[in-house]
């Protein structure tokens, strides 16, 4: 099948893992779904017609056929047209009555690793219209820092919006600390952080709120913004200076499961946020200004996108038609926290 090319510009550019989710079946079978947070966020801003650069490798094998194929479809652009030899990564993932997902990986050797910080710098620096960089999940583990860390430093001193995903995995690694700290590390460079209450626990931070848990991790980093989601119970969108919202739709949302949920979140959030910002001229990302306004439009499209995917069994991320509709037809009560 042939795509059309977007037209879009390029604006943000992801780098982290692209495998495959073996999702397990009522009966025990296993579904292969391309999957992978970053290549769910990548695909779900492609949807929503963001100019998005995937910054990985894909794998020669049929499940990187499948993986290009996702990419294609949502128009995006990839550094590494031509595929490598090393296979695709898998992850097995097994859900519970409520369709939350838990995960397995299989990760040595594979494709989507086969990245480096000078390589990024450079394909960053080659795309002129480039304002946003994004990563996270399986792209933090301390075995990858040394890849992806400098690029994230690199990036920030360049003047682009550095989006970090926490989205921690503790099946991955053996010892948790490193982890820990390779996260840590990462969300200190980011001016956008996003984190579960799931993840807030997993860093270490557990209190029982998990506003003031949030809140404390904000406090430890550069960011100027944090989306805490909270599953069924909405998201929160704090800010640097103390203020906050917390915002959920007004229905209950009839889940199929949560595969891909954060990611559509994240992807809603930026493509929001593009928007809002597409006729200002900042010259460096750490002067962005955002009124309250804008976050509340930013939280709200960023709660339609994570909506509309776990209704769908797998990620199946919308496209911005589809937020816009839901925006539109599904109300949101929003407070200040």
């Known amino acids: 099948m042939v795509f059309p090319?977007?037209?879009?510009?390029?604006?943000?550019?992801?780098?982290?893992?692209?495998?495959?989710?073996?999702?397990?079946?009522?009966?025990g079978r296993l579904r292969p779904c391309a999957g992978g947070a970053v290549y769910n966020l990548t695909r779900a801003l492609g949807l929503?017609?963001?100019?998005?650069?995937?910054?990985?490798?894909?794998?020669?094998?049929?499940?990187?056929?499948?993986?290009?194929?996702?990419?294609?479809?949502?128009?995006?652009?990839?550094?590494?047209?031509?595929?490598?030899?090393?296979?695709t990564s898998l992850a097995v993932v097994g859900l519970d009555a409520h369709g939350k997902a838990s995960y397995s990986f299989y990760r040595e050797g594979v494709a989507d690793r086969r990245v480096n910080a000078a390589e990024m710098n450079e394909q960053c620096r080659e795309r002129p219209t480039l304002s946003v960089v994004a990563t996270g999940c399986l792209a933090l583990v301390a075995d990858d820092s040394h890849k992806y860390l400098p690029w994230?430093?690199?990036?920030?001193?360049?003047?682009?919006?550095?989006v970090v995903d926490a989205n921690l995995r503790p099946a991955i690694v053996p010892d948790m600390a490193p982890y820990q700290d390779s996260v840590l590390a990462a969300l200190r460079e980011a001016h956008i952080v996003k984190v579960s209450d799931d993840d807030l626990?997993?860093?270490?931070?557990?209190?029982?709120?998990?506003?003031?848990?949030?809140?404390?991790?904000?406090?430890?980093?550069?960011?100027?913004?944090?989306?805490?989601?909270?599953?069924?119970?909405?998201?929160?969108?704090?800010?640097?200076?103390g203020s906050g919202w917390h915002a959920v739709e007004s229905e209950t949302v009839k889940v199929a499961d949560t595969v891909g949920a954060g990611d559509c979140f994240l992807a809603g959030m930026l493509t929001a946020l593009l928007e809002r910002t597409r006729t200002r001229t900042t010259p460096d990302a750490a002067a962005l200004e955002l009124d309250a306004a804008d976050l509340l439009h930013i939280l709200g499209h960023a709660i339609a996108s994570a909506s509309l995917c776990v209704q769908a069994a797998g990620c199946v991320p919308p496209d911005l038609a589809q937020v816009r509709h839901r925006l539109v037809t599904v109300g949101q009560l929003v407070n200040p926290v």
Do not use: C
Request: glycine share 8%.
């Open 152 to 162: 994230l430093q690199t990036q920030r001193s360049e003047g682009r919006l550095v």
């Open 201 to 241: 626990q997993t860093l270490g931070f557990t209190q029982s709120d998990p506003i003031e848990a949030a809140r404390l991790l904000l406090k430890q980093t550069q960011a100027r913004w944090l989306a805490l989601t909270l599953g069924a119970k909405g998201a929160v969108l704090l800010q640097r200076d």
């Open 5 to 27: 090319r977007s037209n879009s510009p390029i604006q943000v550019a992801t780098a982290g893992e692209a495998l495959i989710d073996m999702i397990e079946e009522p009966d």
């Open 48 to 87: 929503q017609g963001v100019g998005v650069l995937y910054l990985n490798p894909l794998s020669t094998d049929r499940f990187g056929q499948m993986l290009d194929s996702g990419l294609r479809e949502a128009h995006v652009h990839q550094a590494h047209p031509h595929p490598v030899l090393e296979p």
